[in-house]
């Protein structure tokens, strides 16, 4: 199981302007709701821009793999250390068959919009969670890059308002 998981904005952004940071002004639930995936997964894949502004990025205290999706694996050879961080510029299908032959059954994909477009065009995401906070941004990054061709079905699974305010927790199935 390859679950995306993502919190956007109603109009779909999943940064705000140039901060690249989501929990500048994602809800206190999103954050607590991710904290809750990662405990039922053991791995998480994301694109090298995500790798690259995530704080403290290389001192993660949760334990888990990070594969890191990049077309130079080698610029990254001072951090790469197996099983807690690699860098790949395997087939996207190879790198998941790989993780499920080493045990990794239920990985998440966490962006960003790049890498998103290039896993869903592959057919290999086949779960989204999707916290949808109530705000408009003018600009910023989207969930799903741009793709020509890319065209996926999904059917609502679950649907939660978890607050006050209305910001919405959203399972989806992917059709495929
Ligand atoms: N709100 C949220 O839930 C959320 C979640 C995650 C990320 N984000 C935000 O999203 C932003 C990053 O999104 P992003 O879309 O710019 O970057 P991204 O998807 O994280 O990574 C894009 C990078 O992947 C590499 N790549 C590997 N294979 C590629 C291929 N076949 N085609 C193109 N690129 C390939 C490229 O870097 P190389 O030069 O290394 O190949 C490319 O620059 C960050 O600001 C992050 O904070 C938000």
Not at 60 to 70: E, Y
Request: hydrophobic share 35%; aromatic share 6%.
């Amino acid at each position: 199981m390859l679950t995306m998981v993502m919190v956007q904005t109603l109009n779909g952004r999943i940064t705000n302007g140039s901060d690249p940071n989501p929990s500048t002004w994602a809800s206190p639930e999103d954050q607590h709701h991710f904290q809750s995936l990662l405990k039922d997964s053991t791995v998480l894949i994301m694109g090298s821009t995500t790798f690259d502004v995530t704080p403290a990025k290389t001192q993660p205290k949760d334990g888990k793999l990070r594969v890191v999706i990049t077309r130079d694996p080698k610029k990254y050879s001072d951090v790469s250390q197996p099983e807690k961080f690699e860098f790949t510029d395997a087939p996207l299908k190879d790198v998941i068959k790989d993780l499920e032959q080493r045990g990794h059954k239920d990985a998440l994909l966490v962006g960003g919009g790049t890498i998103n477009a290039l896993f869903l065009k592959e057919g290999l995401v086949t779960h989204l969670s999707m916290t949808v906070e109530p705000k408009l941004f003018g600009n910023g990054q989207l969930v799903v890059g741009e793709l020509a061709g890319l065209d996926v079905n999904m059917k609502l699974l679950s649907c939660e308002k978890v607050n006050e305010q209305g910001t919405l927790f959203l399972r989806y199935e992917v059709i495929q």
